[in-house]
């Protein structure tokens, strides 16, 4: 098949805003869509959609197709997974994204099962490339590189669909960054009639009533966080963490280890299969520094390891390497902050 089309992006739209992924998966679609020399998309799905174009044609988005209907929010898998396949039908994409969010969780198997295009979920990187078959020989120019950690995190797999489309990709919040490209760019909006992509059958579940509760931990808006690991040895270590980050200011974080150990809720995790962060200030406690761990912390601007043993992973990509015992160390760190802030 040869590729003429374009990079479109589903955009999540909730409380009358573009959700954050889509804004930073529309950044990395604007770098990748510069790189092939094709157009940016956006598709919005929802109700009350007046003006949205202003909020997504920053990032430098060529066309925002708009489908509005009362029906169509809060979403709902059927109508939202019939008008995506229907207009990635007619407009036949090369590349889709969406956000790894529990929208774009349902809906993305949906759409790339209907449309037989395969799906990498969870992506750390995007980037374009050139691929050869090994069994045939066949090569093939700018495919999209679907990156992500495989087998428990032992090894960074390079994922390509060499000849499906679209190639279609997840990825977490936070992961990509987030960055305008000029808040002067305009496209063009095209208005689609929902009647027309979806079936009156895809209507059949309403929702009567809906409750969203707000997460309490804001670990994405902390520009300090001390985050702890299986090495930190028990529940009650991490109410020293606790308190360290209440001292800072700070947020309280974990690995996944120390979440599926019990001491501290998932709602705290960062990393792969929990949330990324950009901090200023990130001090890693007993974190041995797995894959999925570094992928969701990598980016911060400080990065301090508090650690018993010396050659832990995490300590190649630290600024500034403590070795020692936490429950040495943090209650020192309390002490001189205080001393020092004074």
């Not at 089309?5 to 009358?16: A, D, K």
């Not at 109700?47 to 174009?53: G, V």
């Not at 599926?260 to 299969?273: P, Y």
């Not at 300590?315 to 020692?324: E, F, L, R």
Request: hydrophobic share 35%.
């Amino acid at each position: 098949m040869a590729d003429k089309n374009n990079l479109i992006v589903y955009c999540e739209y909730e409380h009358g805003k573009v959700a954050d992924v889509s804004l930073e998966l529309l950044t990395k679609g604007r770098q990748l869509a510069d790189r092939l020399g094709i157009k940016l998309e956006a598709v919005v799905v929802g109700d009350n959609l007046k003006d949205i174009e202003k909020e997504i044609f920053p990032y430098g988005v060529d066309t925002v197709y708009k489908v509005e209907d009362s029906r169509l929010y809060p979403y709902t898998s059927l109508p939202h997974s019939s008008i995506l396949i229907n207009l990635f039908k007619e407009i036949e994409p090369r590349i889709a994204f969406m956000g790894a969010t529990s929208i774009g969780r349902d809906l993305g198997p949906r759409v790339s099962s209907a449309l037989h295009s395969g799906l990498t979920a969870d992506c750390t990187s995007l980037e374009i490339g050139d691929y050869t078959d090994a069994k045939s020989g066949k090569e093939y120019k700018d495919l999209l590189y679907q990156i992500r950690p495989a087998f428990g995190g032992n090894i960074v797999a390079t994922i390509v669909n060499p000849d499906c489309r679209p190639q279609m990709a997840t990825v977490r919040e936070g992961v990509m960054k987030k960055e305008v490209r000029d808040s002067n760019y305009t496209g063009k909006v095209v208005d689609l009639d929902p009647s027309k992509y979806t079936d009156p059958t895809d209507y059949v579940v309403e929702i009567l009533d809906r409750h969203v509760e707000k997460s309490k931990v804001n670990l994405k808006g902390s520009p300090i966080i001390v985050a702890g690991g299986y090495g930190v040895g028990s529940k009650e270590n991490f109410d020293l963490l606790q308190k360290l980050a209440d001292t800072l200011g700070g947020e309280l974080g974990a690995s996944r280890a120390a979440v599926d150990a019990g001491w501290i809720d998932h709602d705290r995790q960062i990393g792969q299969t929990g949330v990324t962060v950009r901090p200023k200030l990130y001090i890693a406690c007993g974190i041995s520094g797995q894959i999925q761990h570094i992928a969701g912390m990598q980016d911060s601007s400080l990065i301090i390891s508090i650690n018993s043993d010396p050659e832990a992973p995490i300590n190649t990509i630290a600024d500034i390497v403590i070795t020692g015992k936490m429950e040495d160390v943090v209650p020192k760190l309390i002490k001189y902050y205080k001393k020092n802030s004074k």
